[in-house]
């Protein structure tokens, strides 16, 4: 019967089984190791059993009645950093009676004594936190092996206080609620709540921390301390279950000040539980520092093998991403030729994407990123282009002018001495080219328009494939920039030539010209009759390819008026061959100019700016960036660990599979 366990040899030896602690303490060894490693620095968490409690509730007087030895204590707060204490039972070295203690902190280590353990925690917490009432996350780990001690590694962690006290931060509470919530956040931590018996719990501030992570408490134990102090109605505060504690509650009585050993302690705790009046009455299986212990082994068993396939899984999953990582980064340059090499693999993959996504209308490597469907951009600005070329032209006739009035003010002043039913060539030159200046811009606008577009993209795909060398960055961008300067030169060229072309030749072989025209002059006979009939005063005719007009204005000159007819018939046939010449022939001087630039030029640009120069470019991509080189050795490192990790998660695995272990993993 648990009741009556034998207090008097040690704080819990005769709560485990030697051979029990065989099996359990090879499992908390691995998870040590790990703990050692750091493996927490790769996300992943280790079962952990965290110390959690208000200030000054009797954490650290836990912790020493289960390790028996004495550990700074005190009113106001006293842990300032957390705490790791690996408890080992010494019980392999026979006959050496002494137990050996030591600290890690700041990567040394420090060997102390049952005698010095307080004081070197203090200095360590000093060095760690500062003199002040100061606190960090930082910790310091203290290793015991004694005869006797439960296996057992357990977090202390720094008090919760709400109010400052003199000399601590003002944000002193958001700074202990972050440490501990980090620690007893995650699911594998079980949560050790110290309560102490003179407070009401449900008021406690480790208990409002602990559900928030914690909700219906099935990882949470509470400890109650100071049963000696408040035995009055704690029968009835543990059985009521008021704060929800999944893992059941253990009253227990700490030494009490100096003057006792840790033995006469347990006999004196022992003794209150058996004796006291109200605390007899607590079931024997929720009391004492030796139940307590054997709970605690019992839980960290559970809880590590339960663990350990996924740390198992989460390691290599972990290794997987930081080797695959590794692996993608770009090959570390030794020689010139190497980033030659390099430098022409680069290119290749620029050029292929461009033409890709500017040529052949492939957007795989872009699906959800329309500004990288160039072909389809490209596309839109032509259609553009073709929708505002004819509107620009209507929209610069002369203001207030009527129907074939600027065409008779032509006329007017081209006339010769000829016959009179010849048409006036210089006339249609004159209103063609007062057409052509007006829409002039609008094929520069376009062809700027492309150009911006495709140095964007151009840009943009550089540095995708090249972000691991950003010191060939301000080279390939001189090198973009020089080629587009020339794309657009050569593009200005085109259009002033295009523009030239159409205002000092008028040539169309389109049959849709005479098409156009006859249609148009079908409307001659319907205008004739209008203006030779006098009749009414306005004269509203429709023409075909000109609406209905209201010709009244031209009665005073018929002729004339029958001339200007012909040659605005003549111009605007003529007109749509202009447009369609100048849409199709700048369409394909845009997909032609950005094939050649995919194709050819930008690799010529770029091998003169980056290879050329005495290679000075591609000499700088034998210089890691510090980013490079910094990840690299973070990947290296974080390889390693991981290596090291799962060796000794292996290890300890092929010792469960072999052994006969199964009740402790049940
Ligand atoms: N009578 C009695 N006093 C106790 C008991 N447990 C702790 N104390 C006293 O309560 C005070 C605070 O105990 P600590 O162990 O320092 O409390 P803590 O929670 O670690 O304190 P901080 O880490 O500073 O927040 C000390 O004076 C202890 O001696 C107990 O079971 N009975």
Redesign the pocket.
């Known amino acids: 019967m648990e009741e009556e366990e034998d207090v008097k040899g040690g704080v819990a030896t005769s709560a485990m089984a030697a051979s029990y602690n065989e099996q359990i303490r090879p499992l908390l060894d691995a998870v040590d190791r790990l703990r050692q490693l750091n493996v927490s620095q790769e996300g992943i968490q280790l079962p952990t059993i965290v110390v959690v409690?208000d200030?000054?509730?009797?954490?650290?007087?836990v912790l020493e009645s289960l390790a028996g030895i004495s550990l700074p204590?005190?009113?106001?707060?006293?842990?300032r950093v957390p705490l790791v204490m690996r408890l080992q039972d010494k019980d392999d070295d026979a006959g050496d009676e002494a137990a050996s203690l030591h600290l890690e902190y700041n990567g040394c280590v420090v060997a102390t004594s049952e005698a010095e353990v307080a004081d070197a925690i203090i200095v360590a917490t000093r060095e760690i936190a500062g003199c002040g009432k100061g606190i960090s996350g930082a910790p310091i780990t203290l290793v015991v092996r004694k005869r006797g001690v439960p296996d057992l590694t357990l977090v202390d962690l720094?008090?919760i206080t709400r109010v400052p006290v003199h000399g601590q931060p003002e944000d002193i509470y958001d700074q202990i609620a972050r440490i501990i919530k980090a620690y007893i956040a995650p699911s594998e931590s079980i949560i050790l709540n110290?309560l102490s018996a003179t407070v009401d719990f449900p008021t406690c501030e480790s208990i409002r921390m602990s559900q928030q992570v914690d909700r219906t408490g099935e990882r949470t134990l509470a400890v109650v301390?100071?049963?000696?102090?408040a035995p009055e109605g704690l029968l009835e505060k543990v059985n009521a279950d008021d704060v929800h504690i999944g893992l059941g509650y253990v009253c227990?009585?700490?030494r009490?000040?100096d003057e006792e050993t840790y033995e006469a302690a347990r006999e004196a705790e022992a003794r209150l539980f058996a004796d006291h009046r109200l605390l007899s009455k607590i079931d024997k299986s929720m009391v004492g520092v030796p139940t307590l212990a054997r709970r605690l082994t019992q839980i960290q068993a559970t809880i590590i093998a339960r663990s350990l396939p996924d740390i198992v899984k989460q390691i290599n999953d972990k290794l997987k991403r930081s080797s695959d990582e590794l692996g993608q980064m770009p090959p570390e340059l030794c020689t010139v030729a190497d980033a030659v090499r390099e430098f022409f693999h680069i290119v290749k993959k620029v050029r292929a994407s461009l033409e890709k996504v500017l040529v052949r209308g492939e957007f795989d490597e872009y699906p959800n990123d329309r500004h990288f469907h160039g072909t389809a951009r490209l596309a839109e600005m032509i259609e553009s282009f073709a929708r505002t070329l004819p509107a620009q032209a209507q929209a610069q006739a002369p203001d207030g002018c009527c129907f074939l009035e600027e065409e008779m003010r032509v006329l007017e002043e081209t006339k010769g001495i000829n016959l009179p039913n010849f048409l006036s060539r210089s006339a249609l030159h004159v209103l063609l080219n007062r057409k052509v200046e007006s829409i002039a811009h609008v094929p520069h606008d376009l062809v700027s328009q492309v150009w911006d577009y495709v140095e964007d993209l151009v840009m943009k795909v550089l540095h995708r494939h090249s972000c691991s060398y950003p010191q060939v960055h301000p080279s390939c961008r001189t090198a973009v920039q020089n080629l587009m300067d020339k794309a657009r030169k050569r593009s200005e060229l085109h259009v002033n030539e295009l523009i030239d072309m159409e205002m000092v030749a008028n040539y169309t072989s389109s049959p849709e010209y005479m098409k156009a025209w006859t249609s148009m002059m079908d409307g001659q006979s319907r205008l004739r009759k209008a203006l030779d009939d006098h009749s009414k005063s306005t004269a509203v005719v429709a023409l075909p390819g000109f609406g209905g007009t209201d010709v009244s204005h031209l009665r005073q000159d018929p002729n004339k008026a029958m001339e200007a007819f012909d040659l605005k018939a003549r111009l605007a046939a003529y007109w749509n061959s202009v447009l369609l010449r100048l849409v199709d022939g700048l369409a394909l001087h845009v997909l032609y100019s950005i094939k050649r630039l995919a194709e050819k030029d930008l690799e010529d640009e770029l091998a003169a700016q980056v290879v050329g120069n005495n290679m000075e470019g591609v000499k700088q991509m034998l210089v890691p960036t510090p980013a490079a080189a910094s990840k690299r050795e973070r990947l290296r490192k974080s390889i390693s660990l991981l290596r090291e990790s799962r060796q000794v998660v292996a290890n300890i695995m092929d010792r469960i599979n072999g052994a006969t272990t199964d009740h402790v993993l049940s």
Do not use: F
């Open positions: 409690g200030q000054s509730s009797g954490k650290s007087s204590r005190g009113q106001g707060i006293c842990t720094p008090g110290v301390t100071k049963s000696d102090k227990v009585r700490n009490i000040g």
